[in-house]
């Protein structure tokens, strides 16, 4: 293999080469992610999920959670997942114009090794269990087969990876059905007539045990398990949240990345169409955002009104519940708000708003592990211990002073250096070259 290019032409893209709209839309994404991610920082298991441990039914609280739910709920990750799509095409497309034979394919898999360890830094060092950084390692390194196809055909690998993930999402609540109902039949059976198996003991232990943990009694002791031990030492705190960091990291790869590669496709697709770039015409913007919204708010609300029903008790919502369509409802829920934002971006009313988030944006990856770090550090035993203090509608004052905080760090900052500190490492450690830092005053 010929020697590495030199770092002239294999540098990182240049302030000239930046796409104004990604930036703003990298920032819109970070800070709309906190909205969702959030209660995981500052509410115990299950609660962040479920209004109905603390009773919270008719309050602000039980509004709070609604509205983001039906509304929000995995939107913002959808819409970092499209622009980490497309940014996979501008990191391939810029390296290949910079350097010849396998160096744009080695510079990107350092890249996204990189990225695993960040990921990984994230998840049992900063201990935020929803990390997204490792899945987007991962399945980048996946998406690089798929680069060169058409905006059609990727189109096409979205749709296929939205069934799969809609297939996944319905083969785990069949299985879930059936090991209900086999418990149940064998709960009925007179044990004083027929002797249970080993397979029924192990079928009725399994129903039982779900049976306890839906119950209201259940859901307290696991908020009280939480609560002990992230309020705890740092060895019960990092005992706890490592594990589950181990169980989203693994189970979340292997059984929804199908929800991950939807969007990578969508934002490699829309990018080369010019539909992330704002180059189509309005009116596809309308469509997107009407339809999408339409569609999606509908079925988020025939999606949580069985939920609610069943007052959040997941056994008997998942004996009662035929099909499963969350993956379905966020797509379109996501491209909705996509074209809502894009049509604000062509109107040119708020231009303010696109500049006020492009720094922020230029700082995404920064900004997102800052996130992990400060709001864990605010909400931790190990912090300022705040865990499960707030109210679910109080979180959301500290989701506003963060988004103050990094819209004017991410504005300073930029002032005078070229990069976020964490974009410099990452780019100076692909490059395997210390890049650039501070920005030249003239």
């Not at 908020?223 to 060895?235: D, E, F, I, P, W």
């Not at 231009?351 to 988030?357: D, E, Q, R, T």
Request: hydrophobic letters at 45%.
């Amino acid at each position: 293999m010929p020697n590495e290019p030199t770092t002239t032409m294999a540098a990182p893209v240049s302030q000239q080469e930046r796409i104004i709209i990604l930036d703003s839309l990298r920032g819109i994404a970070i800070l709309g992610i906190l909205l969702m991610n959030i209660p995981g920082f500052a509410m115990p298991e299950p609660v962040y999920g479920d209004p109905s441990v603390l009773n919270e039914w008719g309050s602000i609280n039980y509004k709070t959670w609604y509205f983001i739910d039906w509304f929000m709920e995995g939107s913002q990750r959808a819409l970092f997942s499209i622009l980490f799509g497309a940014g996979i095409i501008l990191f391939i497309t810029r390296q290949e114009k910079k350097v010849e034979g396998l160096w744009p394919a080695d510079y990107f898999l350092r890249r996204q090794l990189w990225l695993m360890v960040f990921g990984l830094f994230n998840a049992f060092v900063l201990l935020w269990f929803w990390d997204i950084l490792f899945h987007y390692a991962c399945l980048g390194m996946i998406m690089f087969a798929f680069r060169r196809l058409s905006p059609k055909a990727l189109i096409v690998g979205a749709i296929v990876s939205l069934l799969l993930m809609t297939a996944r999402e319905n083969v785990d609540a069949y299985r879930d059905r059936k090991m209900i109902c086999k418990g149940e039949l064998i709960a009925k059976m007179d044990t004083t007539v027929t002797k249970l198996t080993d397979q029924q003991k192990e079928d009725l232990g399994a129903m039982t045990e779900f049976k306890e943990k839906a119950s209201p009694e259940g859901k307290k002791k696991k908020m009280g398990k939480s609560l002990k031990a992230v309020r705890g030492s740092y060895g019960d705190f990092y005992e706890y949240q490592s594990e589950k960091s181990f169980k989203v990291e693994i189970n979340y790869l292997y059984y929804g990345g199908w929800d991950i590669l939807v969007f990578m496709f969508l934002g490699m697709a829309f990018f080369k169409n010019g539909v992330l770039l704002g180059k189509a015409r309005t009116k596809v913007y309308w469509a997107m955002f009407i339809a999408g919204l339409g569609i999606g708010l509908a079925l988020s609300y025939f999606r949580l009104q069985p939920l609610i029903d069943y007052k959040f008790n997941y056994f008997d919502y998942t004996k009662n519940t035929s099909f499963e369509f969350y993956e379905i409802s966020r797509t379109f829920r996501a491209i909705g708000i996509f074209g809502l934002i894009m049509l604000m971006y062509k109107s040119g009313w708020i231009k303010w708003l696109f500049a006020l988030m492009r720094p922020v944006g230029q700082m995404a990856f920064t900004n997102y592990l800052m996130q992990s770090l400060l709001v864990g550090l605010f909400f931790y035993g190990i912090g300022f211990g705040y865990f499960g203090k707030l109210q679910r509608y109080e979180m959301y004052y500290v989701v506003a002073g963060t988004w103050a905080l990094q819209i004017i760090w991410s504005h300073i900052w930029l002032r005078y250096f070229r990069f976020g500190p964490l974009e410099w490492l990452w780019r100076s450690l692909t490059y395997w070259k210390k890049q650039p830092f501070r920005k030249t005053i003239s």
